[in-house]
């Protein structure tokens, strides 16, 4: 246990501290290259204020990260332990190939000036293959389980060969739910530092340092980037940001083995996905009428005139429950 306290610690507070330390250094780096987030006149009016802040601040948080998890990685490698680190390994990389998913949208948001980034198939496509290829490296490397037990129950599912197609729809989902949520300051942030504090917890608990390791990169991550972030926020994370942590979340749930858990602890991401999806549908189905005044649903507490420190802390609140539920369903 002392090991498991001072690994999660050591980790966190490197992950914390280096992100301060990048986006220190990056703010005004992609202030000079006037990489600030253009909004859509679609958006909420009061959001105008917030145009030319600089965005694809994932990346500071990314790179942090990565180093803290070189130093640990070459560590158990000396140790000759690094086989028992694959599940790990597979989790960071398909977060960073969404990342770099992300970096390729905000680019061209950037550099073609133009607020949609790739289309929605151009970037749903490549998050497909991102997600395929991490399933069927976890399937190769023995990492990937058929079986999905339904939380609060004793029911558990074998999904045989139909686990493949569900897995990849339920990573690809959850990620673009994290990159839905980043609409509000220190929103995504927030809620991602509850589920690192909700994987901590858990993996304390199971005695996975695997689990423990990934949690302390979320609370770093998520913490350092906070004191950017939060209202008014100084910077934006961008896709490759929000890409990234939707990437680590969901892929954690299949590195620990228990997707139903996670889904649970990702369902305000879901939720805010879902809200979009259903506005759309809707939308097409009335031939214009509109289910929220603004989708998604964080944007329709907004127009009901709710501020956006309000809004964090209610679905803050509303996140802790769902960890709360999760933890019950363990």
């Known amino acids: 246990m002392r090991a498991f306290t001072i690994g999660f610690a050591a980790i966190a507070i490197a992950v914390f501290g280096l992100t301060v330390l990048a986006e220190r250094i990056l703010i005004p780096i992609l202030r000079s290259k006037k990489a600030g987030q253009r909004i859509l006149e679609i958006g909420p009016r009061w959001h105008k204020s917030k145009e030319g802040t600089p965005t694809m601040g994932g990346l500071g948080f990314i790179l942090a990260s990565l180093l803290v998890l070189s130093v640990f990685f070459i560590v158990q490698a000396v140790k000759g332990r690094s086989a028992e680190y694959i599940p790990l390994s597979l ?7 969404n990342g770099a998913i992300g970096f390729v949208d905000d680019y ?7 607020n949609e980034g790739l289309t929605w198939k151009q970037k749903l496509f490549l998050q497909l293959v991102a997600a395929s290829a991490y ?4 399937s190769y490397t023995g990492n990937f389980e058929t079986v999905i037990r339904i939380p609060f129950t004793a029911i558990s599912l074998e999904l045989s060969y139909a686990a493949y ?9 959850v990620v673009n739910g994290a990159n839905i949520t980043d609409g509000i300051d220190g ?4 809620i991602t530092f509850l589920i690192g504090g909700f994987f901590a917890v858990w993996g304390f608990y199971l005695l996975d340092m695997q689990l423990s390791v990934l949690a ?7 913490l350092g980037f906070l004191v950017y972030n939060f209202h008014p926020a100084k910077v934006f994370m961008g896709d490759t940001g929000s890409l990234f942590i939707g990437g680590l979340v969901i892929a954690g749930g299949f590195q620990v083995g228990d997707v139903g858990v996670v889904l649970l602890i990702s369902m305000v991401f879901i939720l805010e996905m879902l809200s979009s999806l259903l506005q759309r549908l809707y939308f097409k189905l009335t031939h214009g009428k509109r289910l929220f005044k603004m989708a998604p649903v964080h944007h329709h507490f907004e127009k009901c005139g709710w501020t956006e420190n309000k809004i964090v802390f209610v679905f803050s609140l509303t996140e802790l429950l769902f960890c709360i539920f999760a933890w019950l369903a363990l």
Do not use: W
């Open 91 to 97: 989790t960071i990389v398909y977060a960073v190939m």
């Open 135 to 138: 399933v069927c490296v976890m």
């Open 165 to 173: 197609p569900v897995a990849v729809i339920l990573l690809a989902g």
């Open 108 to 114: 061209y948001k950037l550099i073609k000036k133009q």
């Open 187 to 190: 929103l995504a942030s927030s």
């Open 216 to 222: 302390a990169v979320l609370v770093g991550l998520s």
